[in-house]
């Protein structure tokens, strides 16, 4: 395929020492070529692929230097787009870095559209759709974990157990198809019925395997939605800091992902909290005092993790207990803070309001019990399982709802088969869990999906 060639600033925006301009399509080079001075006029077109050049960049109307680079040149079809690609590293001010890129565009190029690079490797078949959402997810990533699970889904370990499964059905199929056109037996319906089972079977199976990873790699990819309340003065804030301070995230700024709502991710332990900071939510001091138990339930019920604080040098009051009443059903985790203080707290009473959620002492003034909490946090999520590094997780709600729709065809082929209805029928079945998997990998999709996905790629990947 061919397509126009396009550049963009591959780079975070902003401070950094180095940037990269890349570009990649049919002209890359040419156009590099046009812009580059190097030592004893050397030329980019004749240079060998994968090598780095030092040069000058230079406008050529003008022939004013503009910038000191390494060029790299990559030729199509190993770069990760298939096309050639040009890297240009130049130095990291936003003013340089933009002259370098207007300098590029002057020659031709197009300015990439968000996303443009991955569209064009799954475009030209280099990695498939749900590889490249892996890349997406990779960017984004907050944790060490969150990283592996989307390099495992880069690296195409989904793809490949999606493609054994829709092997399997489309085997399935064709055997069937056999099966009716030469009868080797009286029996076919039968036997054909036995085969359609036993593989649904098997299928879904497989699926439920996968969906079961789906709710701790929705949280590794999109964070544990997390939030503090409790009383004024209980030391949420507290809380709020020694979490942040003992827990840095990987990664926090991502260019051209504005969004409304200001997050901070902390890594605990490998889950990704999300401290949501819309205003008062992260600090609900008054909440149910303020618009009640009812609405402040809904706007708690965004929430995957309730900390509830409650002050050990403090009898309970009702405001606590109408704390626990909007928290209902949730997944809390309740922490008697400030033990270092006279305990005043019926700790009994607490135990007993408290039912099935944890309950943790701690004293953030002496950072005492912070290790508890966050075992307690790890514990609930991931019930110390989390250490499967080569598990494969599906985390993409995408993909999550493509797998849900794929076992719901699985499972209307298997009633079919158990009401002795009609082969065609459940091959109909058949056939469309096998299409609804390849939406997954993207062996069957729209042009528009495609465009929607990737537009939600930041500038320059
Ligand atoms: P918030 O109003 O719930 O956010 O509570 P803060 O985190 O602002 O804490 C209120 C006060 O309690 C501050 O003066 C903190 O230093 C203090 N505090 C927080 N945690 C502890 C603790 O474990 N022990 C003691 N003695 N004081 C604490
Ligand atoms: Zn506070």
Redesign the pocket.
Known sequence: MEYDTITAISTPMGEGAIAIVRISGDEAITIAEKIYRGPKAKSLIKADSHTIHYGHLADPKTGETIEEVMVSIMKGPKTFTREDVVEINCHGGMVSVNRVLQLILAQGARLAEPGEFTKRAFLNGRIDLSQAEAVMDLIRAKTDRAMNVALGQMEGRLSKLIGTLRQEILETLAQVEVNIDYPEYDDVEEMTHRLFMEKARYVQQEIEKLLQTSQQGKILREGLSTVIIGRPNVG??SLLNSLVHENKAIVTDIPGTTRDVIEEYVNVRGVPLRLVDTAGIR?T?DIVERIGVERSRAVLKEADLILLVLNYSDDLTPEDENLYQAVMGMDVIVIVNKTDLPGKIDIERVKRLSESHRVVTTSLLEDQGVDELEEAIADLFFQGNLEAGDMTYVSNSRHIALLGQALQAVEDAITAIEAGTPVDLVQIDFTRAWELLGEITGDSVHESLIDQLFSQFCLGK
């Open positions: 949420k804030s600090e001091e």
